[in-house]
């Protein structure tokens, strides 16, 4: 594919950690029936941009995985090309391999092919990634280390360790970090089954498609 003027090769260490992204990304898209014009203009990006995530030429941010999941009615863990061959009710912490993303570093904390995703979350202080967010189900956080700045609608909260938030996703919402050493939280959403999902992506301006 031909170099695109702005952009740069994926980093060797993020290749590394994402190794099955790009085909599982390609697959589950067809699996949904979508077109690559389709799929781009539900998760907010360009075709390009899309081809370019499925070819491996880009890696996707943390969000970007868990919106590309949300549309293609799967989990991060299936993304990664991670689902277990057997549903097991518990999750090791040794086996729970840290996956890092734009910054954001999490681990799964739940089973997958579930209702909710379960996530163990570190968050970076003020990077790209903290974007605003717009989607149909709910999300709940929990605090565990350090501080947590919450946008939700007009309205912006800190929550301290032991705090939590418990919100329906289709208000705008931003998450981030209100401490320079991040912050760490547990994160659980709905997985929407509809490749309607409605996101926001971008500049903090939300958009519906």
Do not use: K
């Not at 899309?50 to 070819?55: D, N, P, V």
């Not at 030429?57 to 919106?67: C, I, T, Y």
């Not at 709905?190 to 519906?208: F, I, K, V």
């Amino acid at each position: 594919m031909d170099h695109v003027p702005g952009e740069t090769s994926p980093d060797p260490a993020v290749t590394d950690v994402l190794p099955d992204v790009a085909p599982q990304l390609r697959s589950l898209r067809r699996r949904r029936g979508l077109t690559l014009e389709a799929a781009a203009q539900r998760a907010g990006l360009s075709p390009a941009h899309l081809s370019r995530l499925e070819t491996g030429n880009r890696q996707p941010s943390l969000p970007m995985l868990l919106a590309l999941s949300r549309i293609y009615g799967t989990t991060v863990s299936e993304l990664l090309g991670e689902t277990p061959p057997e549903r097991d009710p518990v999750v090791r912490a040794d086996r729970s391999e840290p996956v890092e993303a734009d910054g954001w570093i999490y681990r799964q904390a739940g089973g997958a092919g579930r209702a909710l995703q379960c996530l163990r979350v570190h968050v970076p202080y003020a990077t790209r990634a903290d974007i605003v967010r717009v989607h149909p189900g709910e999300e709940w956080i929990h605090v565990l280390e350090g501080r947590v700045r919450l946008a939700l609608g007009d309205a912006v909260h800190v929550l301290d360790p032991g705090d939590s938030a418990h919100f329906d996703s289709l208000t705008p919402h931003r998450i981030g970090a209100a401490t320079s050493g991040g912050a760490e939280l547990l994160f659980v959403h709905t997985l929407m089954q509809s490749p309607a999902a409605e996101l926001c992506l971008g500049d903090g301006t939300p958009h519906r498609r």
